[in-house]
């Protein structure tokens, strides 16, 4: 078994054994523990289109939320009907709920990735939002999901277990994809596309799939989040949400996986910390940025300075 | 048919305003390529300058409205300069999408200062300039609103056209942003352009920031996103740097937006613009009035 | 090969379970120390800042109230508020912070049935009463029996809205125009309707508006030529002042006529004096309301807030901690049953909205008032009872 791999099983060993303690944790730590497994994903899973091919995504609270309502419609409109089939066994159905998420997640990943694929730069990132945005519009008209009330009563399904255990395969997914020789490609897309065509690289076909993988895992986070919070509602999936996302990939540095995960539990770990300024907290976070791009645009964890398309 | 009629003047009232918002965008984009994400949020600065400045004035008189017209434009071409200093020079030469994340970043910033030093509850706007309707026959309703509209952004466009034109400072403009180093060479102050552009374009959003709060007015610190979005949706739909093009999108997306709204899908409103944007992008990316332009490699 | 990402992730698990193993949850009530802890969280940043904020407001003058009277049980009030930032899935890490760290002992909020929902299973989970201000759905305390508002429910308000549509405008014929990105506003309008029709009327129209939006007039000119007797519009004053507006300016002249999401006092600027003649809403509380109770209250909150006057969401953020203190104070202590069957208790307690009862289902039976705009002031026209 390669090393990775092993790395991988030793990972979901460590992650069941923290995990199964989880019924003597202070409860509100225990939420921040949750949210930021599930913001790993989201990041990493971005990481995937942004840093590595450089496809620059501000839609991505959109698949998360696709993934959100297909899993929640499932454990809940559906429960019903599935449950008996799975031999009322719920982790099965929730297994299967995530998975449906994450499918149709990556339908919508296909969906915005092949008309984006002539974008570049600016104009992919707002097309990429005007898509984020329709998702969530779209998301407030469809009734049977509660419209913009949003949707209640989602069994609380995820655990630590859940979500680390789908963080550490994000994680090894993703890192695999893009370390093997196939997954130089998405590589050479990001640095120059021009020049990765003329060496027959398939840029076409790399970023649609990293539009599908990133999407999918998008979608797996966002079933989890909605399991987590057990209401989920169409403006918790918009811009704002996608800007959160892309700031952490950029602060931990655009196709660095590790430094995206310390991105991602950090900033989730000062969202809360910073709740003590009350209002100030969003002016805090929002000159954070600013001053982050002006001081350090690689991110905190990256030594080189982000590729430049070249020309 | 009155209802026809007059679902196309509010279309057409609607997209000007879109319009005047989209020439900052544009001109902005148009000499430097950089999408200024704050641009809506300079807009909202422009409304709230205007109801503070208002309180000086007496109300419904031509003299007091132009008053704070030309003070809240000029209140925002300072606030322009100034954010293009502090947080947009410092990036000049780095990748556009670290300028883009960085604009996002200002804009945020000015809606949470907003929402802190003004409170998020609504304020009315003052009616500025003397408030009439015009009716017709038929029940056909135009407001003096809309009228001041159309005026309003025609004039502004034609002094627009008539600077970068006509003028010397236009001109070098034009040349920044055909090629900001051979500009540089042949003796063009980059520094100072950029920065007359930065002003001229938030000067302008002031200016629709005014007009949007005389007609809707209802002003608050997020006033801006949506309006901004559409317009920068206007401004790509016209040929994005091109500024005939910014009011040509600006009127199209206006009525479409309408039309939809009429047809009873009053709830993707917002969806609309960004659809016209998508599409846009995938079938004419260089907008309705741009050109064509190959990639050098 | 770089097995980095995995170990850090293993590593962060661990480090992570360290921390929350750290702290605990307590159990319950500790004794309770030297301070009475209430909780509350409100929308005060993000797009429904404004009556966050505003119901915030008045709940901070109540506690303040209360602490400048000596407190409750003889201990200070120590208050701790949180910013949900409108946005969904803030609630419920609020709630399990101020629950499990601040060791609050009861949660007050939220004005949105939406984030109210988010949170309420959790205060029921725990057993920490939850008293919600202004939040209209009925599901907010259908979640349990410790959840509670001080606000009548939308059935309750569309019931009484379609009499009043009947019997004082005789409308036969209504357009509803609502909300859609509002909860309550679709709620509103679905209890309007049912016994609007059951009554023998007619709905000619429903058009919809996205709440922010700023430009009615497709769809009010689209009402217009349906040609209804009378507009119901169930939403927040910070588009039903515009609604207004523009329906006078499109030659509309019927009345128009909502719900308890009117009230502030920034309808008439919004709209203009002129606009709002003919136009009713109902209420719970209107700062021109001559009760004794509800005059102090007006009167120190201008005070308080440098002259701003009161909107119905600071009155119902300011009734919400009284009752509380009402509750606190029969029943001797904090504990949460005990403060639980005290809250469910509260009978004609004199509050700021008017005289609240809470119900068998924890919903506030009190009666609500019509108010109508004239030469450019609030007038009252009627009260309906429950």
Redesign the interface.
């Known amino acids: 078994m390669a090393r990775s791999q092993y790395a991988l099983l030793v990972a979901l060993a460590l992650i069941g054994v923290v995990a199964a303690f989880s019924g003597q944790y202070n409860p509100y730590f225990l939420d921040i523990a949750v949210s930021c497994g599930i913001n790993i994903t989201l990041a990493v899973s971005l990481n995937l289109i942004n840093g590595y091919t450089g496809q620059f995504s501000l839609g991505h609270a959109g698949f998360m939320g696709v993934g959100a309502y297909s899993a929640a419609m499932l454990t809940t409109s559906f429960a019903s009907s599935l449950l008996p089939l799975l031999g009322g066994q719920t982790w099965l159905l929730f297994a299967l709920a995530l998975l449906a998420g994450g499918l149709v997640a990556a339908l919508a990943g296909l969906l915005v990735g092949v008309p984006s694929l002539r974008l570049k730069g600016d104009y992919l990132a707002i097309v990429t939002l005007g898509f984020g945005e329709i998702i969530r519009v779209v998301l407030q008209n469809i009734d049977a999901v509660g419209g913009p009330r949003g949707l209640i009563g989602i069994p609380g399904y995820t655990s630590l277990f859940w979500v680390y255990g789908l963080a550490a395969i994000a994680i090894y997914v993703v890192w695999a994809m893009v370390n093997s020789s196939y997954g130089r490609g998405f590589i050479a897309v990001a640095d120059d596309e021009i020049a990765a065509e003329a060496m027959g690289i398939d840029s076409t076909r790399y970023k649609i799939t990293a539009f599908l993988v990133g999407a999918f895992f998008a979608g797996l986070a966002g079933g989890m989040y909605a399991h987590f919070k057990q209401y989920i509602a169409p403006q918790g999936f918009g811009f704002d949400r996608s800007i959160e996302i892309v700031v952490m990939v950029i602060l931990g540095g655009m196709g660095n996986t590790g430094g995206v995960i310390l991105a991602a539990v950090l900033l989730t770990v000062l969202g809360e910390w910073l709740r003590q300024f009350g209002d100030l907290r969003m002016i805090l976070y929002s000159l954070l940025i600013i001053v982050l791009m002006i001081l350090r645009p690689q991110g905190l964890f990256t030594w080189s300075l982000p590729r430049r398309r070249a020309g | 048919m009155t209802?026809l009629l007059?679902?196309l003047i509010?279309?057409l009232a609607?997209g000007a305003i879109y319009a005047l918002i989209a020439l900052g965008y544009t001109m902005v984009y148009g000499v430097l390529?950089?999408?200024n994400f704050a641009h809506s949020d300079v807009f909202m600065v422009g409304a709230f300058s205007g109801y503070f400045l208002s309180r000086y004035v007496p109300h419904e008189s031509v003299a007091g409205a132009v008053f704070v017209l030309l003070g809240s434009m000029i209140i925002c071409a300072v606030l322009g300069v100034v954010i293009e200093k502090l947080?947009y020079r410092?990036?000049r030469g780095?990748?556009?999408?670290?300028?883009?994340?960085?604009a996002?970043?200002?804009s945020?910033?000015l809606q949470?200062?907003g929402?802190?030093l003004f409170?998020?509850?609504?304020?009315?706007f003052p009616a500025l300039f003397p408030q009439r309707?015009f009716?017709f026959e038929g029940?056909l309703?135009i407001?003096s609103g809309q009228i001041m509209v159309f005026a309003v952004t025609l004039l502004l466009l034609f002094a627009l056209r008539h600077i970068v034109l006509k003028t010397r400072i236009g001109t070098a403009m034009r040349a920044l942003s055909f090629n900001p180093v051979a500009a540089s060479l042949v003796g063009v102050n980059n520094d100072r352009v950029i920065s007359f552009t930065f002003a001229l374009g938030s000067a302008l959003a002031a200016a629709g920031g005014i007009l949007?709060a005389t007609?809707?007015?209802?002003i608050?610190p997020?006033?801006g996103t949506?309006?901004g979005?559409k317009a920068?949706?206007a401004a790509?739909l016209g040929g994005i740097g091109n500024i005939a093009g910014a009011a040509v999108g600006g009127l199209v997306l206006g009525l479409v937006e309408?039309t939809v709204?009429?047809l009873?899908g009053?709830?993707?409103?917002?969806?609309v613009a960004?659809?016209v944007?998508?599409l846009i992008?995938?079938l004419r990316?260089n907008g309705l009035l741009g050109k064509r332009q190959a990639?050098?490699? | 090969m770089n097995t980095a990402p995995v170990r850090i992730l293993s590593l962060l698990v661990a480090g992570v379970a360290l921390l929350a193993g750290c702290s605990k949850s307590g159990g319950g009530s500790e004794a309770a120390a030297d301070a009475i802890v209430i909780g509350e969280f409100a929308s005060l940043t993000g797009k429904e800042a404004a009556f966050g904020q505003s119901s915030h407001k008045g709940t901070q003058l109540a506690i303040e109230e209360l602490n400048a009277a000596g407190g409750l049980l003889g201990k200070p009030v120590r208050y701790v508020y949180e910013d949900n930032r409108s946005t969904p899935g803030e609630s419920a890490t609020i709630a399990k912070k101020l629950i499990s760290r601040d060791k609050i002992v009861a949660l007050l909020g939220e004005v949105a049935s939406g984030r109210s929902l988010e949170a309420a299973p959790i205060a029921q989970a725990s057993k920490v009463p939850m008293i919600s201000p202004s939040s209209t759905n009925p599901k907010v305390t259908e979640t349990g029996d410790y959840i509670f508002r001080v606000c009548f429910t939308d059935p309750f308000q569309g019931k009484l809205l379609a009499e009043f549509a009947r019997r004082t405008l005789k409308a036969q014929k209504i357009a509803i125009f609502s909300d859609v990105a509002a909860p309550y506003s679709v709620g509103l309008a679905q209890f309007f309707r049912e016994p609007f029709l059951a009554g023998g009327g007619q709905i000619v129209a429903e058009q919809k508006y996205t709440g922010g939006d700023k430009d009615f007039k497709a769809q009010l000119t689209a009402i217009k030529s349906l040609k209804p007797d009378a507009i119901m519009v169930p939403g927040y004053y910070t588009d039903v002042g515009l609604i207004v507006a523009q329906a006078r300016q499109l030659g509309i002249t019927v009345p128009l006529f909502g719900g308890d999401g009117w009230e502030a006092p920034e309808l008439i600027q919004i709209a203009g004096s002129e606009a709002l003649q003919g136009t009713y809403y109902s209420t719970h509380f209107s700062p021109e309301n001559t009760d004794p109770v509800a005059q102090k209250f007006v009167a120190a909150y201008r005070a308080r807030y440098g002259g701003e006057t009161p909107d119905a969401m600071a009155a119902l953020g300011y009734d919400s901690a009284m009752v509380l203190a009402d509750a606190i104070r029969r029943a001797g202590s904090t504990e949460s049953a005990k403060l639980r069957d005290a809250l469910a208790a509260t009978s004609g307690y004199a509050g700021a909205t008017g005289a609240t009862t809470l119900d068998a289902n924890r919903d506030a039976s009190k009666p609500a008032v019509i108010i109508t705009v004239k030469d450019g002031k609030f007038q009252y026209v009627e009260t309906i009872a429950p």
Not at chain 2, 119 to 124: E, F, M, T, V
Not at chain 2, 215 to 218: D, E, I, K, L
Not at chain 2, 266 to 271: G, L, M
């Open positions: 209802e007059q679902q509010n279309g609607l390529r950089f999408i947080a410092p990036l780095r990748s556009t999408l670290t300028a883009l994340i960085t996002i970043g200002v945020l910033l949470n200062l929402q802190r409170g998020a509850n609504p304020r009315s309707q009716t029940g309703v407001s949007y007609n809707y007015p209802s608050d997020l006033m949506l309006p979005l920068f949706v790509v309408t709204v009429a009873g009053s709830t993707y409103r917002d969806a960004f659809a944007l998508i992008l995938l990316p990639e050098k490699v």
